[in-house]
């Protein structure tokens, strides 16, 4: 590296502008998703500001702006340039009155979080892990363990500006620019790049949550917990993705409330507490061997265990109760160089049973299944892209390998014949056809996009492959 | 106690995580920039997050003829001034092009100084205040590949020492930072040594400590950058010169 360029460094109120013209042969790094799979060359670009992002993006084609990288697959990789939204991490008003916060698109969950929460805020939706940022929430309209009650991510969003690929930035809401913004949400960053947004945190008496562990036995078993749970706040199951036979899609319900200040203080606990700075990382060059039939079968049963013997209501902090896998940095390199899937379909209720044992029967007979399987029910369908549709939704982990993939594309035909469809900020190799069979909105998005000019401009490996 | 800060060089990310800083100790903030503009997404996130007072205000800091006229228009004589104003330029540009090259010298140091010098001049007359002057480690030797911005820093770097110096009975601080590699828009898209790179946050904190905490006089934000400059400036000329730097 050039230490003495860089030796420069200071502070800058910068004077240069952005190159005006992209260069002939940019500089290509190979980027992917969280899943390390697959992988391919992009040119990266940082944004600076809201207002250099036009003049950034000029002239380029097949450009995709990516927040935390947390998408799994190939979403959040440009076709030819990817642009990184990080420094658009300024938040621009907070009103703690309504809970109204307008903030930029690079800003990570785990911002809003730290530094509203002490305050008695939280956000209505959040998903499974902190280190996404607000756009990169918005353009998959993520859902979480309470959709089946506030709807997704996007139902909370009330406006945003979103720079449209002729470079003007529009302000967008239910009423000014409806339909760009209805198939903004979930729109995975294909009808523009979201510069910011304005939504609602719910107030939160203390950043615990009452957790109440259930075992649930076989499968019916646990689609009858999670249809109890409706009237939860949050709901999440995990499942054992290698049992069989009459134990097939047994696990634990988490059913979780918001707990008051004064049971907190009952408890003796601060009421808001701070996560752990989380030292634990994963190396990289993790060998994926360790992750085995042996290892995962082992820790599947322990955690069935202890899950089951925690019967009765305990306290649980915020962090540990929506962001589990957070504590463990970087842990997607357990899966090593190879990388792995993450399969996220949802199916529709009616007739949800068959097609989830199904799916988990032939997962656990591939056995490499994941030490995480987890199913949640979700609520009312959103528009355009958006994933969520009322029924059963889960997640499996699985080494990106041959086998994996044959498997896949069998369940994914499965789960497109029974109604339902996969998750796009998950995918990295679903067809055309289960992707067009899954998505009914999918012509209204394709006019919008060509209406808009977005066709070849905005483009995402994802999308390039599903032929957006 | 909280008091009142004048950071200059308000777009800077560096100004930013400096202001952010003494925001969170419950600061009132002025923002002065060249272009307030383009500053006011740095204000809202200050009053958004530590829901402080913030004002933001405008000034060029090559405008050194209406310095002391900007000073008396403020709304009160604040208690520390952090000055964040640099611009890295483009060195093989500046080699030629001799109005790039004056920009250069004049941003990051001219203006700076003369300003900082003003502002002491009335901290001294009060007896109290803290001055801070982001300088940078590119001014503790000129080297070939940047030495017109160092060239700058280091004449930044010298008048804050003399102003130190001059100061050290009367009451008022100064405080020379020199952040070595920070994470921001000036320094994207070149590959930064992880140990010896700063996240803006840290540089805040570092000037924050070293005005209102304990004190520090020439503060390096990250301890190994003293080392680092310290073996840089003992190579002896003969050899430095031929090195490609």
């Known amino acids: 590296m050039p230490v003495n360029a860089a030796l420069a460094a200071a502070p800058a109120a910068p004077l240069t502008a952005p190159p005006a013209t992209p260069p002939a042969t940019p500089l290509l790094r190979p980027v992917s998703g969280w899943g390390g799979y697959p992988r391919a060359a992009s040119e990266m670009l940082a944004a600076d500001a809201p207002e250099t992002l036009p003049a950034l993006l000029r002239g380029r084609r097949g450009v995709i702006a990516r927040g935390g990288g947390r998408a799994y697959g190939d979403a959040a990789v440009g076709l030819r340039t990817t642009v990184l939204t990080g420094a658009l991490d300024r938040i621009r008003g907070f009103d703690p009155a309504t809970g109204r916060l307008r903030a930029e698109a690079g800003v990570t969950l785990a911002d809003i979080v730290r530094t509203f929460l002490p305050g008695g805020f939280f956000p209505l939706v959040v998903p499974g892990t902190q280190f996404v940022t607000l756009g990169g929430m918005i353009a998959s309209d993520v859902h979480g363990k309470n959709h089946h009650r506030e709807g997704g991510f996007g139902a909370h969003v009330e406006a945003l500006t979103l720079l449209t690929p002729d470079g003007v930035p529009r302000f967008c809401s239910r009423e000014q620019n409806p339909d760009l913004f209805a198939m903004t949400l979930g729109g995975m960053g294909l009808t523009g790049t979201i510069l910011d947004a304005t939504f609602r945190l719910r107030p939160v008496e203390s950043g615990w949550i009452v957790q109440r562990t259930r075992i649930a036995t076989d499968l019916a078993a646990m689609l009858e917990a999670l249809e109890q749970d409706g009237d939860a706040t949050y709901s999440v199951a995990w499942i054992d993705g290698l049992a069989r036979g009459s134990a097939l899609g047994r696990g634990l319900v988490y059913r979780g409330e918001h707990a008051s200040g004064d049971l907190c203080r009952a408890a003796g606990r601060d009421l808001f507490p701070s996560p752990p700075p989380g030292r634990l990382t994963v190396p990289p060059g993790w060998p994926a061997w360790t992750l085995n039939r042996a290892s995962v079968t082992a820790f599947n049963a322990l955690y069935f265990r202890r899950g089951a013997a925690a019967g009765s209501p305990g306290l649980v902090p915020w962090h540990s109760y929506f962001f589990p896998l957070d504590g463990l940095r970087a842990w997607n390199r357990l899966y090593g160089s190879r990388g792995f899937v993450q399969h996220q379909c949802v199916v529709p209720r009616h007739g949800a049973g068959a097609v989830l044992a199904e799916i988990l029967d032939r997962v656990a007979r591939l056995g490499t299944a994941s030490p995480l399987a987890v199913l949640k029910r979700l609520g009312v369908c959103g528009r355009g892209l958006s994933f969520p549709m009322d029924g059963y939704t889960l997640a499996l982990d699985l080494p990106a390998n041959a086998a994996t993939f044959a498997l896949l594309d069998a369940l994914d035909r499965r789960v497109v014949a029974a109604g339902g469809r996969l998750y796009l900020a998950k995918d990295a190799r679903q067809t055309r056809d289960t992707f067009e069979a899954g998505y009914p909105e999918l012509p209204a998005f394709r006019d919008l996009r060509r209406q808009l000019g977005a066709d070849g401009m905005l483009a995402s490996r994802l999308s390039a492959r599903l032929g957006l | ?245």
């Open chain 2, 1 to 245: 106690m909280a008091g009142t800060l004048l950071l200059v060089g308000a777009t800077s990310d560096i100004g930013h995580a400096v202001a952010a800083r003494y925001a969170e100790a419950g600061w009132r903030i002025l923002l002065a920039a060249r272009d307030p503009e383009r500053a006011q997404r740095n204000a809202d996130d200050l009053a958004a997050r530590y829901r402080a007072e913030v004002a933001l205000l405008r000034l060029d800091i090559l405008a050194t003829g209406d310095f002391a006229r900007w000073l008396d228009g403020l709304p009160a004589l604040p208690d520390t001034v952090v000055c964040a104003v640099g611009e890295l330029g483009d060195q093989a540009r500046a080699e030629g092009d001799l109005a790039h090259a004056e920009g250069v010298m004049r941003t990051n140091f001219l203006g700076p100084s003369l300003l900082l010098g003003l502002v002491a001049e009335r901290f001294a007359a009060r007896g109290s205040g803290a001055i801070v002057g982001i300088s940078s480690v590119a001014g503790d030797r000129g080297r070939g590949s940047n030495y017109v911005y160092g060239a700058g820093k280091a004449g930044f770097t010298a008048f804050l020492s003399g102003l130190r110096n001059r100061l050290a009975k009367s009451g008022v601080r100064v405080v020379t930072v020199k952040p070595g590699f920070v994470r921001t828009r000036m320094t994207r898209g070149l590959r930064l040594p992880p140990l010896l790179t700063a996240e803006p946050s840290e540089v805040g904190r570092a000037v924050y400590a070293a005005a209102e905490g304990r004190g520090g006089d020439v503060v390096y934000v990250r301890k190994v950058w003293r080392l680092v400059m310290a073996v840089i400036g003992a190579i002896p000329e003969p050899v430095f010169k031929r090195l490609s730097l």
